[in-house]
């Protein structure tokens, strides 16, 4: 397991903000030269705390189709391997770690109700998932 110092949490950050900023942009940001840059990131690829980089795309026509909650059980230490599983799926929006009775909580956008069923069978298949419950969000309140 790595340890994490400022300065890879800072790279993170900038990262999750724009994932496609080239290595000059982060150095300067960070005020440290592009080659720290780029040996951080290979470090923090090869150790795992950088799974990879992704777009976020915004759905033609605006945010409609169905949003669901979804609560997840992993089985025993598999944590890490249901994340890396369930991050594969381009639906799951977002994915935390909770505490309580679930240990993940799964926001997913999807077309339809067909299209949200067939991903709840396939996050259901994902080795180390137990169990999970599933809202689906009807509608934001201010």
Same mark, same amino acid.
């Given at each position: 397991?790595?340890?994490?110092?400022?300065?890879?949490?800072?790279?993170? %950050?900038?990262?999750?903000? /724009?994932?496609?900023?080239?290595?000059?942009?982060?150095?300067? %940001?960070?005020?440290?030269?592009?080659?720290?840059?780029?040996?951080?990131?290979?470090?923090?690829?090869?150790?795992?705390?950088?799974?990879?980089?992704?777009?976020?795309? &915004? &759905?033609?026509?605006?945010?409609?189709?169905?949003?669901?909650?979804?609560?997840?059980?992993?089985?025993? @230490?598999?944590?890490?391997?249901?994340?890396?599983?369930?991050?594969?799926?381009? &639906?799951?929006? %977002?994915? $935390?770690?909770?505490?309580? %009775?679930? /240990?993940?909580?799964?926001?997913? $956008? @999807?077309?339809?109700?067909? /299209?949200? /069923?067939?991903?709840?069978?396939?996050?259901?298949?994902?080795?180390?998932?137990?169990?999970?419950?599933?809202?689906?969000?009807?509608?934001?309140?201010?």
């Amino acid at each position: 397991m790595i340890i994490l110092d400022s300065l890879d949490r800072q790279l993170i %950050a900038l990262l999750r903000a /724009d994932g496609r900023a080239p290595v000059s942009r982060l150095a300067t %940001a960070l005020k440290v030269s592009r080659a720290t840059v780029q040996a951080r990131l290979d470090r923090l690829l090869q150790s795992g705390a950088i799974l990879g980089f992704t777009v976020r795309a &915004e &759905e033609q026509g605006g945010r409609e189709g169905v949003r669901a909650i979804t609560m997840i059980e992993v089985a025993g @230490a598999s944590t890490s391997a249901v994340i890396r599983a369930l991050r594969g799926l381009r &639906e799951i929006t %977002a994915l $935390h770690t909770t505490n309580g %009775a679930w /240990d993940l909580v799964a926001e997913i $956008h @999807a077309e339809s109700l067909s /299209d949200l /069923d067939r991903i709840l069978r396939e996050l259901r298949t994902v080795n180390g998932v137990l169990n999970s419950e599933t809202s689906i969000l009807l509608r934001s309140v201010q």
